[in-house]
């Protein structure tokens, strides 16, 4: 028997059983451990199909039906080569953050809060991706949205928690109203919610596809973080703990962008080429403001959540690319756009779990997030900082490591735009691609400053210098994605290969198969206009490396004289006289700080023979809470205030306003019919 949809949905149960069994079992000692075994091995199992199907089923449908949900309708449920790709996105994040909880969940201070909602999460998450109806779809966006919510506030006595919960709540439940209008429109009057049904049906009106982009912009984007609903990104993904920060980070988001795939290239119809023009200008912005939002941040939880939106920028606009070239006909660009995007989505689930862990680690070694209390962790957690590094080098796609392929991919297909007939297409294209090279550059900065001022130089703190290695299990989990974010970089071609059944069912295209390249290297158009081979990178960067290594320590080692270092003429500088984060970050705050966070310094310096210290003071504003949230805000409290006059009428007033409220609607009856 082959497994399909049935064996996943027996293991989504296994799943919510497990997480009632965490809440009859939350409060004993042997609960954390237990819980999170079960969840891995659960999601091994999940992943072990979704590979099986991807990779040697491919092209293979499974479906069925649950009789659960609305009356004659039922729960549908639906395993292709998308749902698959991205059932191995969640299911591999799932297990590896099981691995990662059980040791760091022994540090818990409320495992009741976290064990329960761990696993609904991960099912939450496996049923959106199979759902192959609105309301299931609905139903269990909603659930994996309400999961994760309880996951975010599990420390809700801290009052940033609860905050981030709200804004959290408040933004996941404007994103299901506009899923829910978009799946509307998309069943039209006749009311045909299932997938099937819309798949068939003749395409919809411009307007109405117009106004269904646009709604999946509003929903998917703002659980995505698109700018500029990523507000509650920054506040959610820190508050929670970390092993569920790496999976809301690189797994939840994209969840989010199998949302926008799955109606925009699937159940749509053909796209026009205008609407790739709002998604490349929604990416490439996304992608500049989320890299100097991360840049500003000292907070190293923070500037990681930060540091997802400029990914899912680069991912939208690799999809916006795809939009175009599809709306032209051109197959084998928009072949190449999408399995860039995709590629790209499995490759920030790797590195940004990575980095979540390894922010994690520090955090229980020293109890400390903001980096300019730490420092020299990397002699006290050397393995930790090792695969930080790793994480680093990765997401600042520098090569051999698998950020550098995807984002090369990327810009494969956007040296391809010239043939675009439009000439908007011709010009934006190009713009988008200057902006994601300018994220490039500013991502290399931002986690140089990450990986420097946190393990780096010399501890800033007492807790820095009775820090130590974290468990094995965490250590595990971390040199496990370190290793897939190695292997993606240097054998990129069987991601490639793996990904063409994805791209080959939604746009009828396919990349060239790559395992059939010589050595292994990667060729997206024709070897005569590029090539990338990831392995052969690997291999001279290690020989000159060493060879490097070799030389330094055979003929200058002997020459080496030590002293001590020279600090302006002071014997021996305090480690508060080191770079910190924020100073770090100001030359380049002072380059887009004022269009970007209306950034002000104010120097104040003492006057001659004044012994007091001089003083640097930064303010920044968050210009896109303060332009939009902020107003809606005002609006809404006014609304309120004025509205609870409401439950102060008398009896004749409420007669009235009932009598009024009905005769309104008569009216309105009597003219719409």
Known sequence: MIPGVEALLWGVAALMITAVLAVTLSRRSTATGLIY?????VCGFLLGIALWCLVLRPTDVTSTTLPVGLPWIGAHFRLDALSAFFLVVVNLGGALSSLYGLGYGRHESAPHRVLPFFPAFLAGMNLVVMADDAFTFLLSWEFMSLASWALVIAHHREPANTRAGYIYLVMASFGTLALLLAFGLLAGPAGNYTFEVMRASSPPAPLIATIVLILMLLGAGSKAGLVPLHVWLPLAHPAAPSHVSALMSGVMTKVAVYGFIRVLFDLLGPPTWWSSVVVLVLGSATAVLGILYALMESDLKRLLAYSTIENIGIIFVSLGLALAFQANGMGWPAALALTAALFHALNHSFFKSLLFFGAG???????????????GLIHRMPVTSFVFLVGCVAISALPPFNGFASEWLIFQAILLSPDLPQW?????????????????ALVAACFVKAFGITFLGRPRSEAVDRAHEVDRYSLTAMAALAALCLLAGILPGFVIDGLSPVTQALIGGRMPTQISQPWLSIVPIAESRSSYNGLLVFV????????AVYVIHRFASHELRRGPAWGCGFPDMPPDAQYTATSFAQPIRRVFGTFAFRAKETVKMTPPGDISPARLDVETHDVIWEALYDPITGWLEYATLK????????????????????VTLLLVVALWL
């Open 540 to 547: 001279f960067i290690t020989i000159s490396a060493s060879i």
């Open 37 to 41: 075994l079960i969840t891995l091995a």
């Open 361 to 375: 680690a520090v955090l229980s070694a020293t109890g400390e997030r903001n980096m300019e209390k730490l420092g």
């Open 643 to 662: 509205l609870n006059r409401l439950q102060f009428l008398t009896i004749r007033r409420y007669l009235t306003l009932v009598f009024g409220s009905l």
């Open 424 to 440: 908007g297409l011709k010009v934006l294209v190009p713009a988008a691609g200057g902006m994601l090279a300018l994220s490039a």
